[in-house]
C-alpha cells in the first residue's frame, strides 16, 4: 500500500534527483543493517560471549534460537506501525518488507534451535520447578509457532495452489479468510508471550546475571509490550467518524464520513486504516482517501473485490460508526520533478482523485493523468479531474477507454505524455501486471521514466 521508488534511470545533471535516490537507498540500507545487528549478530556475539566452552553444535543451536527469539520481537515491534519510522524508511511498504522476511528468518531459526543437538553437562539441564516448565512450554510453543507462520504463507503460496485448494470463505481463491489470518498473527503474540516465559526461567546455559540473558530478557519486554500495543493501542490511535453516504458506483462503493470528534489529517495520496460498528465489517482493512474535505470529512472509493469489500457494498449504511486510523503512506507527487506522468487503472485512481484536488492555478508542474479503464461508466470522479483540469493549466487529463480505444500500451502512453517519459516521474496505481507489463515496454522502448512511484495494498 506502500509507495515503492524504482530507480531505474539518473540524469547526471539532475544533481537533487540523484541526493533523494541517495538518501533513499541508504536509509534502507541502514534499516536492514539495524535488523541485522539487533536481531541476529547481538545475539550470537553475546551467546559467544557468554557460552564459555561449549561444543559448536550447541552454540548454534543457541545463537539460532537467541536470534529468532530477537526477530519476533522487532517483528511485533514493526506491527505497531510507527509513524516516525515509517516516514523515515520511505514507506510502510518497507516495514512489511522487512515483516515478511524476518518472519520467514524466525522460522528457519527457530527449526534450526530445535532440531540441531545441545550437549550440556550434567546438572545444567532444566529438571525441576519452573525452569522444567518453561521447558514444557518451549516445547508446545515451538509447534504452535510453526504451524501459526505456515499458516500465516498461505496468502503467497503460488495462484495455482489456490485455485485448486481453496479454503471455504477465503474469496478469490485464497486458502485462508483475512479474519482468520489475523488471528492467526495475533496467536503469534501469545507465542512470543509462552517463549518470554522459557527465557526468563530457563538459564541454561547462563545465569540471570550474564550480558546474553539481560539482552534476551530486553527484547522479551520490548516485545510483549509492543504485542500489548497492537492489541489495545487502537483505542488511542483510531478517531470515530459518521458514514453520511453511500454511493453504489458500477465500479466502486463511495463512501463519505464525517468526524465526530477530531478527525485525522489526510495527505493526498494517502491511505487509512478502517473499520465499521456493524458485524462482518470490524476487521480494520487499509484503502486509500480519495477525497478530504475542509471540514475534516473523507471519501473513500472501494471496489468490490473480496469478501470483505463485498459486505462494505451490501451492509454499510449511512449513520454507521466509522473508525479510521492513520493517515500512512508516502505516495507523494508533491516530492516529484517538474514533469510527472499519473497512470490509473481501473479503481487505482483513488489516490489521483485526492492529487487532482490539491492542485492550484498557481501550480508550475506539468503533469499528464492516464485513467485507464474498459469503458466510460467504470470511470470515478471525472468530474474532480475535470475541474482540476480547468483549474491548473499545467494539468492534462487523457481517459483511455479499452473497449474503444484498444489494450493501453507502453507507445500508446508515450504519446500521450507531452514530454518525454525519460525526463518525468511516473507515478502509477492498479494492478500489478499492468504495471509490471508498461514498466517492462517502456524499458525496452527506451523510454523508462526517471522514477517510478507505486502502491500495492498487500498487507500479507
Not at 501459526?148 to 495455482?160: A, F
Not at 481517459?399 to 511516473?426: C, I, N, Q, W
Request: proline residues 5%; charged residues 20%; hydrophobic residues 45%.
Amino acid at each position: 500500500m506502500l509507495s515503492k521508488l524504482d530507480l531505474m534511470t539518473v540524469k547526471p545533471d539532475d544533481h537533487r534527483n540523484v541526493i533523494s535516490k541517495w538518501n533513499s537507498c541508504m536509509k534502507g540500507f541502514f534499516w536492514n543493517l539495524l535488523v541485522f545487528l539487533f536481531g541476529i549478530a547481538v545475539p550470537t556475539f553475546l551467546i559467544l560471549l557468554g557460552g564459555g566452552r561449549l561444543n559448536l553444535e550447541t552454540t548454534i543451536a543457541l545463537s539460532a534460537g537467541a536470534s529468532a527469539f530477537s526477530l519476533m520481537a522487532i517483528n511485533l515491534f514493526l506491527s505497531t506501525r510507527p509513524p516516525l519510522l515509517e516516514r523515515w524508511i520511505g514507506g510502510l511498504d518497507r516495514l512489511y518488507v522487512t515483516h515478511k522476511w524476518t518472519g520467514i528468518s524466525v522460522l528457519f531459526l527457530a527449526i534450526a534451535h530445535e532440531r540441531i543437538g545441545m550437549d550440556f553437562e550434567k546438572g545444567q539441564v532444566a529438571t525441576v520447578g519452573l525452569a522444567a516448565l518453561a521447558v514444557d512450554v518451549a516445547e508446545v510453543a515451538f509447534y504452535v509457532l510453526l504451524v501459526l507462520l505456515l499458516v500465516s504463507w498461505m496468502k503467497r503460496w503460488p495462484k495455482m495452489i489456490r485455485r485448486f485448494m481453496p479454503w471455504p470463505g477465503g474469496g478469490n481463491g485464497d486458502l485462508l479468510p483475512y479474519a482468520l489470518w489475523r488471528w492467526t498473527h495475533r496467536a503469534l503474540g501469545l507465542v512470543f508471550m509462552a517463549l518470554s516465559f522459557h527465557q526468563l526461567f530457563v538459564r541454561v546455559p547462563f545465569e540471570a546475571n550474564t550480558v546474553a540473558d539481560s539482552y534476551l530478557n530486553s527484547m522479551a519486554a520490548f516485545g510483549i509490550v509492543c504485542f500489548l500495543y497492537t492489541q489495545f493501542g487502537w483505542l488511542l490511535r483510531r478517531r470515530s467518524y459518521t458514514v453520511t453516504d453511500v454511493t453504489p458506483h458500477p465500479a466502486a462503493t463511495i463512501i463519505q464520513a464525517t468526524p465526530k470528534r477530531r478527525g485525522i489529517s489526510a495527505r493526498p495520496g494517502a491511505f487509512a486504516v478502517i473499520s465499521a460498528g456493524r458485524a462482518g465489517l470490524r476487521e480494520p482493512h487499509p484503502f486509500t482517501v480519495s477525497g478530504a474535505s475542509e471540514d475534516g470529512g473523507l471519501q473513500f472509493s472501494i471496489r468490490a473485490l473480496g469478501d470483505y469489500t463485498r459486505r462494505v457494498r451490501e451492509r454499510l449504511q449511512v449513520g454507521d460508526n466509522l473508525y479510521v486510523e492513520g493517515c500512512y503512506g508516502t505516495f507523494d507527487y508533491r516530492k516529484g520533478p517538474a514533469r510527472q506522468l499519473w497512470l490509473a487503472g481501473g479503481i487505482g485512481i483513488t489516490p489521483f482523485l485526492s492529487f487532482a484536488d490539491s492542485l492550484t492555478a498557481e501550480d508550475t508542474r506539468k503533469i499528464t493523468l492516464v485513467y485507464a479503464i474498459t469503458k466510460e461508466e467504470e470511470a470515478v470522479g471525472l468530474d474532480r479531474i475535470r475541474a482540476a483540469e480547468a483549474r491548473c493549466p499545467g494539468f492534462r487529463f487523457v481517459l483511455h477507454k479499452s473497449e474503444t480505444d484498444g489494450r493501453l500500451t507502453s507507445m500508446r502512453l508515450a504519446e500521450y505524455a507531452p514530454f518525454p517519459l525519460r525526463e518525468a516521474g511516473l507515478w502509477f496505481c492498479g494492478p500489478a501486471p499492468m504495471r509490471e507489463a508498461i514498466l517492462s515496454q517502456l524499458r525496452k522502448d527506451g523510454n523508462a521514466p526517471r522514477e517510478v512511484h507505486f502502491e500495492q495494498f498487500e498487507f500479507r
